[in-house]
Nanobody, 114 residues
Framework: QVQLVESGGGLVQPGGSLRLSCAAS?????MGWYRQAPGKQRELVAG???????NYADSAKGRFTISEIDTKNTMYLQMNNLKPEDTAVYYC???????????WGQGTQVTVSS
């Protein structure tokens, strides 16, 4: 079993920045951030593997940066130039290989508004 602890959400003005963090209770194969806005499906924002391979949604490219998974099984999502359309609940996701399982955090609210 893996527990995920998220932090860093909040209210920010358009053009501002936030950094989300997610700490896993043990080593994992990959971690990522998803988000879900009201009335919309949950979507991938960015992900990283334990080997350092990253992937981003088109909407995040150039504005968001996901860190590598550090020795404390923690990764960060730096979000710059935030837009109102980035408003959503952001969920941390982690995957293990042995056994092959997926885990989710409780979610953290990000609101971009003036």
């Amino acid at each position: 079993q893996v527990q995920l602890v998220e932090s860093g959400g909040g209210l920010v003005q358009p053009g501002g920045s936030l950094r989300l963090s997610c700490a896993a209770s043990r080593s994992v194969f990959s971690m990522g951030w998803y988000r879900q806005a009201p009335g919309k499906q949950r979507e991938l924002v960015a992900g990283v593997t334990s080997g350092g391979r990253t992937n981003y949604a088109d909407s995040a490219k150039g504005r968001f940066t996901i860190s590598e998974i550090d020795t404390k099984n923690t990764m960060y999502l730096q979000m710059n130039n935030l837009k109102p359309e980035d408003t959503a609940v952001y969920y941390c996701n982690a995957n293990t290989l042995l056994p092959r399982r997926e885990y989710w955090g409780q979610g953290t609210q990000v609101t971009v508004s003036s």
